[in-house]
Nanobody, 119 residues
């Protein structure tokens, strides 16, 4: 089992920044890839960014490339999402998740943190 707790969400004006954190406990955090997802009202959940177990490989959705940065600190069992140049369309509930095996659906999810970007 892995428990995930997100934090750092809030209300920010367009152009502003937020840093989300996801603290993990349970199984060996450093062995697994991690991802950040988001779900806006009335829309399907979408992947925002992902990072390999070592941090050496990352993935970003086209909509956030150049604005968001995913990183991890395995010593602290924490993954981060630095979000800059925020836009109203970034408003969503953001979730972190753990992928136990590459190429399979993410296995464990946090409860989510709300990010609201005002225009």
């Amino acid at each position: 089992q892995v428990q995930l707790v997100e934090s750092g969400g809030g209300l920010v004006q367009a152009g502003g920044s937020l840093r989300l954190s996801c603290a993990a406990s349970g199984r060996t955090f450093s062995s697994y890839a991690m991802g950040w997802f988001r779900q806006a009202p009335g829309k399907e959940r979408e992947i925002v960014a992902a990072i390999s177990w070592s941090g050496g490989r990352t993935y970003y959705a086209d909509s956030v490339k150049g604005r968001f940065t995913i990183s991890r600190d395995n010593a602290k069992n924490t993954v981060y999402l630095q979000m800059n140049s925020l836009r109203p369309e970034d408003t969503a509930v953001y979730y972190c998740a753990v992928q136990i095996k590459a190429g399979t659906p993410y296995d464990y999810w946090g409860q989510g943190t709300q990010v609201t970007v005002s225009s």
